[in-house]
């Protein structure tokens, strides 16, 4: 029997909606440390709740090139670090030798196993590539399909979470074609006008779409 897609609910920014994910059957939660989004969540003030949550998701940090310190600086808070930046391969092997690290790219024609390689994560996240070339996810644009198909089929044996413009309506159709390890959502599951805030209905509809895929 194939296994069940894991789940990450991305750009969580209370604990109301994290023990919501939860009790829907989130496998991560997503928590957006970089100052440039709309979802950002500085790490002082959600860490002591932070690191209490139970449940058994993972805890995931989301970092936009940020200096070894501060990633240093979100070590005991977090299951994951996740690179969503231009970061280098220096700086993801210094994160990789003492944190669990994954590392987000922009999905292009140009992106193959061989351009990640470098690249010391656990996990490899793919995302919507910017039309302007600029900005870092969570725009939801939805991401190529088939250009992600085939970055899995040759991505060799890391496993690749899927991200950009998923919704509870496109989410199974999305899994079926790409077969990722897992996927991840923000904006798609938002309360409407309010990029701070989950819709409850959204979460649960997503995240059973995703696993009945």
Known sequence: MIAPVQVKICGITNRADALLAMDAG??????????GSRRHVPLEEIAPWVS?????????????DPRIEEIRGAQGFF?????????TPALCA???????????FPLTAELDAATVAPFEARALL????PSSGGGFGGTG?????????LFVRNSGSKPVWLSGGLNPANVAAA?????????DVASGVEAAGDA?????????????AAKGA
Request: proline share 4%; glycine share 8%.
């Open 126 to 129: 793919i995302d919507s590539a």
């Open 26 to 35: 989130a496998d991560a939660l997503g928590f957006n440390l970089y100052p």
């Open 94 to 104: 210094a994160a990789a030798a003492s944190d669990v690290l994954w590392k987000a």
């Open 141 to 149: 644009a939805l991401i190529d399909l088939d250009l992600a198909a």
């Open 196 to 208: 701070r805030r989950k819709d409850p209905g959204r979460v649960r509809a997503f995240i059973a």
């Open 175 to 183: 899994v079926e074609k790409v077969r990722p390890y897992g996927v």
């Open 52 to 64: 209490t949550l139970g449940g058994g998701a993972l805890r995931v940090a989301v970092m936009v």
């Open 79 to 87: 299951d994951v670090i996740q690179l969503h930046g231009r970061e």
